[in-house]
DNA sequence: GCATTCCATCTGGTATACAAGAAGCTTGCA
DNA sequence: TGCAAGCTTCTTGTATACCAGATGGAATGC
């Protein structure tokens, strides 16, 4: 009883570590272009924002730096990393890699994972009932991420995430356009099915044509897409600018 | 003239951090077994170990903790994180999987990279002027790392050096046999052979028995050298209490 | 008017103080 | 002697103070 009691009591009172929380926002603003790529901040402009001291703000800074996404130098502040295609391009190839061979493996298994199945059944869905929600590309992310969690490599499955959520900022771009959407539905269901039937060369193949295409496709549109959120802040801006004036006066 | 002494004067007075020093050393230890996997520590050990406050130390174990070689538990203590010979296995994996992936573009590559002929020279040597230094797996690491990052992928190359380096600890352990040491030389020489020829299908068969000889034979001493190694460690710490009850009379 | 120098200010790196949970020891009791 | 409650101590998480380098602009010399 005063177990059951303690625990329900720690359950709650241990609130998340700060410096998650922190690191989880800052990664969300940077995924939703309210930092753009380029932007100068400081450690006190976050520290402002947040409400938290310097040290979870550092942690979580040093967190996103190792992972790519923002970089320091020395006194001079922080930087949201600019975006860099060559590496995205790499990454891509990356991801070509990791999930060729998740299916490789996938296909000598006697008895495939039950969540083949499953994807099988989400990306076979007739035409007229399929979504266009931009969300999709986090239904996207997942088909390929359990794809190679699959495979059974955990760690594998570990830097294929890592690798997937840092082209995850550019991929949903991709899924603002109608004919991508369809070619995605229609890719995945091909790739499943071959997967199922054990074709193991050909769904490789298919599988490195469907990233080629998402990689290709996201490169044509990024930089438009980067130019508009510009104008978008840039905008806000003036228009927080002007707030300042009226309350000057 | 001022610029010169001025950034003279920045080169000598740009210390390297403190966090970065602490993060080198706590690694090296980890890797001489000074710190053995399972070994409980606190903040406050290694801040008095490096005359550096808790700070820069909190930094470096951050880093650690994010790259797999140790653990925080909530308020209770760091350790080393224990082997997990599971994931040394599935870590063996992701570097066949890199490496081949490496080869094949190798072979595919008109003109190879001139490390690829470095390479070919150092590991071609006769039997009887072979080094049989343990820092010969440096070099080891340096042949596979080398190769993949001659690729030209530098996300993938940084990928595969974290996951050598991940595998490093246990993959010296390799070195201290002659026979596995010959070995290496003998199939270092035929894996570049095979590239030059561009016989991708053959280079990569051959790195992938070479990747799996070394994990099997690394997988059979790595118990008996930790087990070596934690009496080693105690057998310290026993000299180290004698002193002190010696100090204590 | 222009360049240069110097200084106030801002930055991240480091040290330290404080908070709160976890663990182990001590003490009291049965 | 066994055991449990409570308290002390030790732990990491967080906040803050201090330091030195980097920067930008104002003041100064030409």
Known sequence: MNQRLSSLHKSHSRRPRLADHVYAKLKKMIFDFELIPGDHFSEADVVERFEASRTPVREALQRLQREGYVEVRFRSGWQVRPFDFEVFEQLYDVRMVLECSAIERLCAMKRQPTVIEELSEFWRIPVEKRSHDIRL??????????????????????????????????????????????????????????????????????????????????????????????????????????KANNRGR
Do not use: P, W
């Open 137 to 242: 590309s986090d239904d996207d992310q997942y088909f390929h991420t359990s794809l190679v969690a699959a495979a059974g490599n955990a760690e594998m499955a570990s830097i294929h995430r890592d690798v997937s959520e840092r082209i995850h900022i550019i991929r949903r771009l991709d899924f603002t356009q109608a004919s991508r959407i369809e070619a995605t539905f229609d890719e995945h269901a091909e790739i499943i099915h071959a997967i199922r039937k054990q074709h193991g060369e050909y769904a490789q193949q298919l599988m490195r044509t469907h990233i080629a295409a998402s990689r290709d496709e996201v490169r044509k549109i990024t930089l438009h897409m980067l130019h508009e959120a510009r104008k978008r802040h840039e905008a806000h801006e003036d228009e927080e600018l002007v």
